[in-house]
């Protein structure tokens, strides 16, 4: 009898915490009968996890939220033809140089097939076209590399980041640098079949692409940076196809840096409230409640530089046709993101890729029909 009334007390809190339990702390205060109530269990298939056991979700090797589908689908396949004992680990580098998201190197490749066109006034040399295309993809990867290592301590307090390898404790520290000491070095054998010049420039792009992921920390532009690092293959371009960079090539620079500030600004809109708490710095908190007004003004800058950079090098009506079409996919993303929700946003952070080919596209036909 004792024991029933020291249980009195937890009947609301069993009632209320129950489906159906509705009228729990009406009946626990005035109880009408000292019989034990059956408790209303949750059915589940799930069997109850040992003590100690880790979650079977942190078996599986997990993915960072903001994944491509269809590229970590790829990914999947090709990893079938290694030795299961290898596949995980691999898969774990993978997605540390980001190719489950190939969203970025294709952000980095336009604006530099941009350059060797318009170097070359036509299509440029094949040689020369691999070189720069495979630089592409493995800067961009050991870029990522360094990334995670100098966010190793922020990415878990970011829900889209928390799942990256060095994040979620996959990869260790160590191995980044590693693998972004190797991209490094391949990139740098591919330089080393250009010219002089091109040469040279390329320590330069080495140490943008390596001081990017710190710049976060110490000021609220870390995106111009990342402009110049994704954008130093335009001049490298310039270099290699003419020996030279000429003004067109320093404008569409420039061009390319605004480019990037839009699109990454677009990007940290996601994280921004992640970012605040973790004590990062981007445009996007740079720029607050004006960040749409800025990311507009922005836009019809990029737009203006590249209808210099049209009227320098002679381009005809394609050209112009492609930077129409780019203009109104700006028009398009600033739509979709007027609410400032983390998935519009994202979408628009993607759909650049679609404007800098329609531009590429622009650029080749302009060339070809003159």
Same mark, same amino acid.
């Given at each position: 009898m004792t024991v029933l009334r020291r249980?009195?007390?937890?009947?609301?809190?069993?009632?209320?915490?129950?489906?159906?339990?509705?009228a729990g702390y009406?009946?626990?205060?005035?109880?009408?009968?000292?019989?034990?109530q059956p408790r209303n269990l949750p059915t589940t298939s799930t069997p109850r996890p040992r003590p100690g056991a880790a979650p079977r979700a942190g078996r599986r090797s997990a993915q960072p939220a903001d994944s491509?589908?269809?590229?970590?689908?790829?990914?999947?396949?090709?990893?079938?033809?290694?030795?299961?004992?290898?596949?995980?680990?691999?898969?774990?580098?993978?997605?540390?140089?980001?190719?489950?998201?190939?969203?970025?190197?294709?952000?980095?490749?336009?604006?530099?097939?941009?350059?060797?066109?318009?170097?070359?006034?036509? !299509?440029?040399?094949?040689?020369?076209?691999?070189?720069?295309?495979?630089g592409v993809f493995s800067m961009r990867a050991a870029g990522c590399a360094i990334n995670d290592f100098a966010d190793r301590k922020l990415d878990p307090q970011v829900a889209r980041t928390a799942g990256r390898p060095i994040a979620a404790g996959r990869?260790?520290?160590?191995?980044?640098?590693?693998? !972004?000491?190797s991209l490094l070095a391949f990139s740098f054998i591919l330089v080393l079949f250009t010219n002089k010049l091109t040469i040279e420039l390329s320590f330069a792009g080495a140490a943008l692409a390596a001081l990017y992921p710190f710049t976060k920390r110490y000021t609220h532009l870390p995106q111009?940076?990342?402009?110049?690092?994704?954008g130093w293959s335009i001049p490298m371009a310039f270099a290699a196809v003419s020996n030279t960079v000429p003004t067109v090539g320093w404008l569409l620079f420039i061009a390319n840096i605004i480019w990037s500030v839009v699109y990454d600004t677009q990007y940290a809109m996601v994280d921004r409230d992640d970012d605040l708490k973790a004590g990062a710095k981007s445009t996007a908190i740079l720029f607050g409640d004006a960040d749409l007004p800025?990311?507009?003004?922005?836009?019809?800058?990029?737009?203006l530089a590249m209808l210099f950079v049209g009227q320098r090098a002679s381009l005809g009506w394609p050209y112009w046709l492609g930077l129409l079409v780019a203009a109104g996919l700006f028009g398009w993303q600033m739509w979709r993101i007027q609410g400032r929700e983390r998935d519009a946003c994202l979408w628009a952070f993607r759909n650049n890729n679609w404007l800098g080919m329609a531009l590429w596209i622009g650029i080749v036909l302009a060339l070809a029909v003159r």
């Open positions: 249980c009195a007390p937890c009947k609301p809190a069993l009632d209320h915490a129950t489906p159906g339990g509705g009406t009946s626990g205060m005035a109880p009408t009968s000292r019989k034990r491509s589908t269809r590229a970590t689908r790829v990914l999947d396949w090709l990893l079938q033809q290694l030795p299961a004992p290898y596949r995980s680990k691999a898969r774990d580098y993978l997605v540390l140089t980001r190719m489950d998201r190939p969203i970025g190197a294709l952000l980095l490749l336009w604006p530099t097939w941009w350059a060797l066109w318009l170097a070359a006034t036509d !299509f440029p040399p094949v040689k020369l076209l691999v070189i720069f295309t495979l990869v260790t520290p160590r191995e980044a640098l590693i693998v !972004f000491a111009v940076v990342l402009g110049a690092a994704f800025i990311l507009g003004i922005l836009m019809a800058t990029f737009l």
